[in-house]
């Protein structure tokens, strides 16, 4: 299967999409992940307040 990746945003995320079925739904997984990053740039969040929303960040 094809890798896709979408360097337009800097977040961007590749294990994210797969532990969303990329196996099944690439194209969906690649949406939601930009959609993601549009809401984050949206508020302007910062790399650490992204971490805690994707559940990434280390207390």
């Known amino acids: 299967m094809e890798k896709f990746k979408d360097t337009s945003f800097p977040h961007f995320r590749e294990d994210r999409a797969v532990t969303r079925d990329s ?3 690439p194209i969906r997984c ?3 992940n930009r959609v993601d990053q ?3 740039k949206l508020y302007d969040l910062t ?3 992204i971490a805690i929303v994707e ?3 280390s207390l």
Do not use: M, Q, R, V
């Open 23 to 25: 196996d099944t739904c």
């Open 30 to 32: 690649l949406l939601s």
């Open 38 to 40: 549009l809401a984050y």
């Open 47 to 49: 790399s650490e307040e």
């Open 55 to 57: 559940g990434t960040n």
